[in-house]
Nanobody, 122 residues
Framework: QVQLVESGGGLVQAGGSLRVSCAASGSTFSTYAMAWFRQVPGKEREFVAGVVSGGSTRYADSVKGRFTISRDGAKRTVALQMNSLKPDDTAVYFC????????????????WGQGTQVTVSS
């Protein structure tokens, strides 16, 4: 069993930066693929970024070059650094975990955090 707790998020102006973090409990964190998804009302949850235990990452085209995902195995945390934010990045951001390999569909994840709101004003 894995529990995920997000922190960070908030309100930022377009062009600004924000960092969201996710703390994971459970002894098998090192074997899990970790990902961030986001969702806006009325739309499906979408993949943002993911990272596997070996450090390889994957990003949605919409955030490439602006967002960076990282994980700290010792602290059991995964973070998403978001730069050059746009109003279209406004969403609830969710941390998710599953046994590797990394996948980009929400249905592939077993564990989810409660979500944290990110709002980018124009």
């Amino acid at each position: 069993q894995v529990q995920l707790v997000e922190s960070g998020g908030g309100l930022v102006q377009a062009g600004g930066s924000l960092r969201v973090s996710c703390a994971a409990s459970g002894s098998t964190f090192s074997t899990y693929a970790m990902a961030w998804f986001r969702q806006v009302p009325g739309k499906e949850r979408e993949f943002v970024a993911g990272v596997v235990s070996g450090g390889s990452t994957r990003y949605a085209d919409s955030v490439k070059g602006r967002f960076t995902i990282s994980r700290d195995g010792a602290k059991r945390t995964v973070a998403l650094q978001m730069n050059s934010l746009k109003p279209d990045d406004t969403a609830v951001y969710f941390c998710a975990a599953r046994r590797e390999p990394l996948v980009t569909i929400p249905a592939g994840y077993y564990y989810w955090g409660q979500g944290t709101q990110v709002t980018v004003s124009s």
